[in-house]
């Protein structure tokens, strides 16, 4: 990764924007959608219907923002006006937090087992399920890290009140208390929630997750970034505080003549994310198309002249353009089934190298992705989890 990654924050067409650059790359891009109730915030909702159906239960968080539970969080769930039962019944006020935005016809995701995402840690309550294994750790971190944070005798006090996982970022830190603080900050936090949650009434919100801009900052994997620049005062003066504990430059940017939008072309690379036509450096494209049921994604060879081992153009095409496709999976925030129609090749082996370096290149996004198998009719089965919505619907919500 080149040292001249970026943060960009600022606003264009009365939308603020958060973005991820390295070089004339965007990695991530995030459009702010603003709602009753964001990702992160924790409300005191009203069961308003069960489905059983489809196994979801129906919650009002006030002024009938209606958001999607599914019922096999019944069993966690934190029933305020009766004696839980692990089951939840209509008029039940219950404790949920926003997992996921509305997109396109659906409903925002809620779900009663609570967590509060810091840089380095998450805190989360112990569903009834859950299978205490002490402190969790990412798995993207070495093997020494992991064992050291596992063995940590404050932070195994911790996971003895709640779940609490360390994360990717965590590695990083040359202070390693910064994750010690952060994890007793948020863990006093979500106990406060617990606390003071019976004695408000329903449809309030006990909880409001940090502005769009202060998570995207703190998900971004930080051996990403070399600083985070913005024009806006408001959003200068909130990063102020979290940049400065976890050591990442922080610059204000004041140009009248040159605003940051035009000094990064920002309008051009946002077009160039919403295009379906993304060229390859070898002269070959590919054709992004997402459609109601799944993303189909198209690798042609396009310019390229192919020589006389035509497999193995195929395949360094097939191998640019799978490098290409995990940059645009997580820059246009693409999600759910995504079939890949790569250039056929007539090598099974070759096929087979392909796959696992797909699934290689989906190893580094912050989304959980996954290459699942090559179909019988030769198209790569991906998937990448739903979080929110794509780059193009947030943009068009404007």
């Known amino acids: 990764m080149k040292p001249d990654g970026k943060i960009l924050i600022l606003k264009l067409h009365n939308r603020r924007l958060s973005l991820l650059l390295n070089g004339n790359r965007v990695l991530s891009a995030r459009a702010q959608n603003d709602t009753i109730a964001a990702v992160g915030d924790i409300y005191i909702g009203k069961v308003q219907n069960i489905s059983q159906n489809i196994n979801a239960a129906f919650i009002d968080l006030g002024e009938k923002y209606l958001t999607f539970l599914p019922i096999t969080d019944a069993a966690s769930a934190f029933v305020l006006n009766r004696k839980p039962d692990g089951s939840l019944k209509a008029g039940d006020e219950v404790l949920v937090q926003v997992t996921k935005e509305p997109m396109k016809t659906k409903l925002a995701g809620v779900t009663t087992k609570l967590s509060l995402p810091g840089q380095y840690a998450v805190i989360g309550i112990k569903p009834n399920d859950f299978k205490d294994g002490g402190v969790q750790?990412?798995?993207?971190?070495?093997?020494?890290?992991q064992a050291h944070f596992r063995e940590w005798e404050e932070l195994k006090q911790i996971s003895g009140r709640f779940r609490l996982i360390v994360r990717t970022n965590a590695g990083t830190l040359d202070r390693e208390d910064a994750l010690l603080e952060e994890a007793r900050t948020l863990a006093d936090t979500l106990a406060h929630i617990l606390e003071i949650a019976p004695t408000r009434t329903c449809y309030s919100c006990l909880y409001r997750n940090k502005p769009d801009y202060v998570s995207f900052v703190e998900n971004a994997y930080r051996n990403e970034y070399q600083e985070v620049v913005t024009d806006l005062p408001e959003v200068y003066d909130t990063l102020l505080e979290p940049c400065r504990?976890?050591?990442?430059?922080?610059?204000?940017?004041?140009?009248?003549?040159?605003?940051?939008?035009?000094?990064?072309?920002?309008?051009?690379?946002?077009?160039?994310?919403?295009?379906?036509?993304?060229w390859l450096k070898s002269g070959g494209y590919l054709v992004i198309?997402?459609?109601?049921?799944?993303?189909?994604?198209?690798?042609?060879?396009?310019?390229?002249?192919?020589?006389?081992?035509?497999?193995?153009?195929?395949?360094?095409?097939?191998?640019?353009?799978?490098?290409?496709?995990?940059?645009?999976?997580?820059?246009?925030?693409?999600?759910?089934?995504?079939?890949?129609?790569?250039?056929?090749?007539?090598?099974?082996?070759?096929?087979?190298?392909?796959?696992?370096?797909?699934?290689?290149?989906?190893?580094?996004?912050?989304?959980?992705?996954?290459?699942?198998?090559?179909?019988?009719?030769?198209?790569?089965?991906?998937t990448r989890k739903k979080v929110a919505p794509s780059l193009a619907e947030q943009l068009r919500n404007r």
């Open 289 to 382: 198309e997402p459609t109601e049921a799944l993303i189909s994604i198209d690798v042609n060879t396009g310019k390229y002249e192919a020589g006389k081992d035509k497999e193995e153009t195929f395949y360094r095409i097939n191998r640019e353009a799978a490098e290409m496709i995990a940059v645009h999976l997580r820059a246009r925030n693409l999600s759910g089934m995504i079939l890949v129609d790569f250039i056929n090749l007539k090598s099974r082996e070759r096929e087979a190298e392909l796959l696992e370096y797909m699934r290689s290149l989906l190893k580094n996004d912050p989304i959980p992705a996954r290459a699942l198998d090559m179909t019988a009719l030769g198209l790569m089965e991906l």
């Open 137 to 145: 750790v990412s798995a993207k971190l070495d093997a020494e890290k």
């Open 245 to 278: 504990k976890a050591d990442i430059p922080l610059r204000f940017y004041e140009d009248s003549i040159l605003p940051l939008s035009k000094l990064y072309s920002v309008d051009q690379r946002l077009q160039e994310l919403t295009e379906k036509k993304v």
